[in-house]
């Protein structure tokens, strides 16, 4: 036991990590006996929308709120309304037409395909997630009771959404302090500040925007300074220790094929499924494909390619 614990020591001093912990800002954990606000009762509003829900409502896994209805298709039921009791609808967490946010993941405009895949990658296990005992649960359970046909009709109706740009990069040595709220990271709004680390730290713009699941909510991604530049190096040629990601993920990272899009993506989110490709979180069929790129690269390598990413505007996908 002596010798382990000086060994671990040693570790630490030398800034070697052997059993990589999966970082906590990319998997914010909701402090213990977090509960969300009581409802008051007050109608939200959410700009340039008529229409107005309350707080329970939106709080309901089996609504998803309808904000600007002209702005896209009609949301098949599975998305709109899921199904009771295990089923709960696709918009509530990744929103009416898809954008998501920092705590799950952005949709629009993937390939059917591709979403078929991971639905059937959740279902049997290939897909999981570093930090159980967050939102990710839910996701699996919800693959797992969902039927081909709901499957099917969530896939068309995401892939036929156009994307578009929802996120800023920030690149700066000093942030605002943040706290984590339903799963994801929200700025304390008191003024205070702190070094930024080796970290993304992506917060919406107007949390009680995004807490209404606004379609339109904006997000700020914070990152160190340099991110976007090395991303974008490694990104192009690999840099000796990856995989240039244009010849499969197409040009300005658009998409190309089945092969989903990165370009203005959640930094948070990209980042969250390096990760889990190095760590074993994803091992799909297609997931195979992602091995040699990242076998090498460390975190810090991870939250550049993540942040050039998210850096770019969505851009047309490649056939
Ligand atoms: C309870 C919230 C919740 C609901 C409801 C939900 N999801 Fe998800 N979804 C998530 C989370 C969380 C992730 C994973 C984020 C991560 O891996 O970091 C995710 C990821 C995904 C992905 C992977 C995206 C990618 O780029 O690989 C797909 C596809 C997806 N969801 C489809 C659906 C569909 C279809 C439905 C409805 C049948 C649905 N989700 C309902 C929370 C949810
Ligand atoms: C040989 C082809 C190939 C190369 C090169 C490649 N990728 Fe991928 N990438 C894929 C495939 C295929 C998937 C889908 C994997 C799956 O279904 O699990 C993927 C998925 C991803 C995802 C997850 C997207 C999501 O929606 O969940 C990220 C992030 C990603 N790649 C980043 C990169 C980066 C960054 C590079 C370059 C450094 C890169 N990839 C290079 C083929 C590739």
Same mark, same amino acid.
């Given at each position: ?20 912990? +999966? ?14 606000? !009581? ?29 600007? +209805? ?16 295990? =089923? ?31 639905? !059937? ?84 713009? =107007? ?15 914070? =990152? ?36 989903? !899009?990165?370009?203005?993506?959640? +930094? ?5 499924q390096l990760?889990?490709f190095?760590?074993?979180?994803r091992?799909?069929?297609q997931s195979q494909q992602m091995k040699p790129t990242v ?25």
């Open positions: 036991m002596k010798r382990i614990a000086v060994a671990g020591v040693l570790l630490a001093a030398t800034g070697v990590c052997l059993a990589q912990t +999966p970082p906590e800002w990319a998997y914010p954990v909701n402090p213990p006996g977090f509960k969300p606000k !009581a409802d008051d009762g007050r109608p939200r509003h959410v700009p340039s929308s008529n229409a107005t829900y309350t707080l329970t409502q939106l709080r309901d896994r089996f609504i998803s709120p309808l904000w600007h +209805p002209a702005e896209h298709p009609a949301q098949p039921e599975v998305v709109a309304r899921g199904r009771k009791p295990d =089923v709960f609808a696709c918009g509530f967490c990744h929103r009416a037409d898809g954008p998501g946010g920092p705590e799950n993941a952005n949709l629009m405009g993937l390939p059917a395909k591709y979403i078929v895949q991971q639905m !059937a990658d959740y279902k049997s296990g290939a897909r999981k997630t570093a930090v159980p005992g967050r939102n990710v649960d839910l996701m699996i359970s919800l693959a797992k009771a969902a039927t081909d046909a709901e499957i099917q009709a969530a896939a068309a109706y995401f892939a036929s959404v156009r994307p578009r740009a929802n996120i800023r990069i920030v690149e700066s040595e000093i942030i605002p302090r943040t706290y984590v709220t339903g799963w994801h990271l929200a700025l304390m709004d008191k003024g205070e500040q702190e070094a930024i680390g080796q970290r993304i730290v992506e917060v919406p713009e =107007v949390l009680e925007q995004f807490e209404s699941r606004d379609t339109h909510a904006r997000f700020i991604a914070y =990152v160190p300074p340099g991110s976007v530049k090395k991303g974008e190096a490694l990104a192009a040629t690999g840099g000796g220790k990856t995989v240039a990601c244009a010849g499969c993920h197409g040009r300005a990272l658009g998409g190309a094929g089945d092969i989903p !899009a990165l370009a203005g993506r959640s +930094p948070t989110y990209l980042f969250r990760y889990e190095k760590h074993g979180g091992t799909g069929v076998e090498n690269l460390a975190l810090e390598d991870m939250i550049a390619l993540a942040a050039y990413a998210a850096s770019l505007a969505p851009a047309v996908r490649e056939e």
